[in-house]
């Protein structure tokens, strides 16, 4: 069983930046996929990001358009952890974030199979 525990969130401004991190237990992941979705109120669960081995030390990360050039997602195989940087954010950023784990590589929330319990961040404008 894998555990996620996400952290970071809170309130910025917009045009702020924040920091989420992941840090996971249970089971070495550096085989599978990391991602990052968000839940806004009243909105269905979307696809942020997801970081992926091609092979050997190199990965590969996916990114949902809205968040392109914006935020950049890491992980750090050997803490078993995977992060995302939010620059620039704007007030449609505002939801709660959660991190996930796959065994491939997907933009649809159902194919994750682990789930955090998720961290706020709201922007303000």
């Known amino acids: 069983q894998v555990q996620l525990v996400e952290s970071g969130g809170g309130l910025v401004q917009a045009g702020g930046s924040l920091r989420l991190s992941c840090a996971a237990s249970?089971?070495?992941?550096?085989?599978?996929?990391m991602g990052w979705f968000r839940q806004a109120p009243g909105k269905e669960r979307e696809f942020v990001a997801a970081?992926?081995?091609?092979?050997?030390?190199?990965?590969?990360?996916y990114y949902a358009d809205s968040v392109k050039g914006r935020f950049t997602i890491s992980r750090d195989n050997a803490k078993n952890t995977v992060s995302l940087q939010m620059n620039k954010l704007k007030p449609d950023d505002t939801a709660v974030y959660y991190c996930?784990?796959?065994?491939?590589?997907?933009?649809?929330?159902?194919?994750?199979?682990?789930w955090g319990q998720g961290t706020q961040v709201t922007v303000s404008s």
């Open positions: 996930a784990v796959a065994p491939q590589h997907s933009q649809r929330a159902d194919q994750y199979d682990y």
């Open positions: 970081i992926r081995r091609m092979s050997g030390s190199i990965y590969y990360a």
């Open positions: 249970g089971r070495t992941l550096s085989n599978y996929v």
